[in-house]
């Protein structure tokens, strides 16, 4: 028991379970309130997540997506993206303790981009967007918390970047087109669809969209080795 909001954040700062930033204090009603946006047993395991390996619930999801501010709307997008984080083939864990400067890039795609208005357009990666902000932010509390990736710890970065407070679009128009081009490619290879990206740190660079992504994509994602040329993604559910 805290005597108000303020203790309860400040609590939250010293046993290291925020990114910097004050969070929500998870209090029962606030999360009771987040599970109505999921159907889901609270007591479901998602999955481990590195580089601990900790179980993350139902419950203890719910729990970082009311600490990073989400509505309950929001939870489905947050179980799927870190059910896609947890997927081997992602390798979590390398993206994670890594020196390099990766963190994963959640690009929601469908109708529920407009429902929940995840931005896609206009200032892409900046403010403004409840949704974009939340989303990015909950999957990286949990990383955090339940995985342990901390900075000086298991997070081995040596530089980092503001996306690892969060990392979260909408796919537009330019990315659909990217990303199609892109899926026809894995398909001819015989590596299937995925729709999940490891990035680093947002540069410029041409003068055209697919210019642009092919600048921040391709140099800075995971290759399969069957197939160096094409960036390893990763499918998200929802």
């Not at 400040?10 to 309130?33: C, K, M």
């Not at 429902?115 to 902000?133: C, H, K, P, T, V």
Request: hydrophobic fraction near 40%.
């Amino acid at each position: 028991r805290f005597p108000d909001a303020w203790a309860a954040i400040e609590h939250f700062f010293r046993q290291e379970w925020s990114d910097g930033l004050p969070v929500v204090p998870p209090t029962e009603a606030l999360v009771a309130q987040m599970l109505k946006g999921t159907g889901r047993d609270p007591k479901d395991v998602v999955g481990q997540v590195p580089p601990r390996f900790g179980d993350a619930t139902v419950e203890s999801v719910a729990v970082h997506a009311v600490m990073a501010g989400c509505q309950p709307a929001y939870l489905p997008v947050v179980i799927a993206a870190l059910e896609a984080l947890l997927e081997p083939a992602f390798g979590l864990h390398g993206v994670i303790a890594t020196t390099h400067v990766s963190t994963p890039l959640v690009i929601v795609n469908g109708p529920i981009t407009r429902e929940l208005d995840i931005n896609g357009g206009y200032n892409l990666f900046g403010q403004g967007w409840r949704a974009n902000a939340t989303i990015g932010r909950a999957l990286r509390l949990i990383i955090g918390n339940l995985g342990g990736g901390l900075p000086g710890g298991t997070d081995q970065s040596t530089l980092g970047h503001p996306g690892k407070y969060t990392y979260c679009i909408a796919a537009s128009s330019v990315w659909l087109r990217y990303m199609k081009s892109l899926k026809d490619r894995m398909f001819a290879a015989g590596l299937g669809s995925r729709t999940y990206l490891k990035t680093s740190s947002l540069r410029s660079g041409g003068r055209s969209g697919r210019s642009s992504l092919n600048t921040q994509l391709l140099p800075t994602s995971s290759y399969d080795p069957g197939c160096p040329k094409l960036p390893e993604l990763i499918r998200a559910r929802i």
